[in-house]
């Protein structure tokens, strides 16, 4: 093999295999079924042109026929005028007309099969394009589930290293470090800060509200008995006497103070009731 010959099936194969690569399915897809189109188009209006031949000859082989008729009325009307001459002329001219009625008959025949055949091929033509366009809407789809599955395969190949998620799992542990802190932080703003003796009597009656509903519950269950008298509201602050919190000096000495305006408060109610 010559060198120009060796070179020439390096350039066509070159060329070859860079129109390959350059080659989009779905846009090669595409095309395919443009160019199908087009041919379909050009189908339509072949058979198109065939339909009107043959209408032609079936109306040109009416016409002949009717003029055959047309010249055998007269040939019938010559007769009956004693002119056997002009009869014979007349049938004469009919009988070109019925050769071309029977030549334009036959010719209309061939046109109509052929029509049919024509009408045959561009159904099954137009059956074939639709079945491409299904195909190329499966084909396009296909091809782009497969370029998602490969840009993922890449991305996931791409972080085979830990090192990224490794530093995300070590920021969520410094973040829940901080957010410990800051709850930590302030619980003891609120322990040292603040009406401390006011926050203690506030647990206090919310625990004392509960035992109030636990017991009303067990009245209602029958696990108690019932209550002989209307719960009196002002034994609540003896209750409260029975469970002293233990603190400081000075809170002592408040919550002392609080408890002693509690039963003056009590006595004074007692003391209104006795004067009603």
């Known amino acids: 093999m010559g060198i120009f010959s060796r070179l020439a099936q390096l350039i066509k194969s070159n060329l070859n295999d860079l129109i390959s690569k350059s080659e989009d399915p779905e846009k090669m897809l595409n095309q395919v079924v443009l160019d199908m189109n087009n041919q379909l188009v050009e189908a339509k209006k072949q058979v198109a042109a065939s339909i009107a031949d043959e209408k032609r000859l079936a109306k040109q082989f009416e016409q002949e026929t009717a003029h055959a008729t047309e010249w055998e009325r007269r040939a019938m009307m010559a007769l009956r005028a004693g002119n056997e001459e002009l009869a014979k002329e007349a049938l004469a001219r009919k009988k070109e007309h019925d050769q071309l009625a029977e030549t334009f008959k036959d010719q209309w025949s061939k046109q109509k099969n052929a029509v049919d055949q024509l009408k045959k091929a561009l159904r099954l033509l137009n059956d074939k394009i639709e079945e491409a366009k299904r195909k190329k809407n499966v084909l396009i789809a296909r091809k782009k589930r ?72 067990k009245r209602k269950m029958g696990m108690l008995p019932p209550e002989e008298a209307p719960a009196v509201r002002a034994e609540t602050p003896k209750r409260v006497v029975e469970a002293p919190v233990v603190a400081g000096p000075s809170e002592q000495d408040e919550l002392a103070a609080a408890l002693e305006e509690l039963e003056a408060e009590q006595q004074q109610q007692e003391q209104r009731k006795a004067g009603r």
Not at 152 to 173: K, N, V, Y
Not at 178 to 188: D, K, L, T, Y
């Open 146 to 217: 497969a370029e998602a599955q490969k840009a993922i395969q890449e991305t996931m190949h791409g972080l085979r290293d830990q090192s990224a998620f490794e530093t995300f799992e070590r920021m969520a542990g410094k973040i829940d470090q901080i957010e410990a802190e800051a709850e930590a932080a302030s619980e003891i703003q609120e322990e040292y800060t603040g009406d401390l003796l006011a926050s203690k009597f506030s647990s206090l009656e919310r625990t004392a509200g509960a035992e109030d509903d636990l017991a009303a519950l």
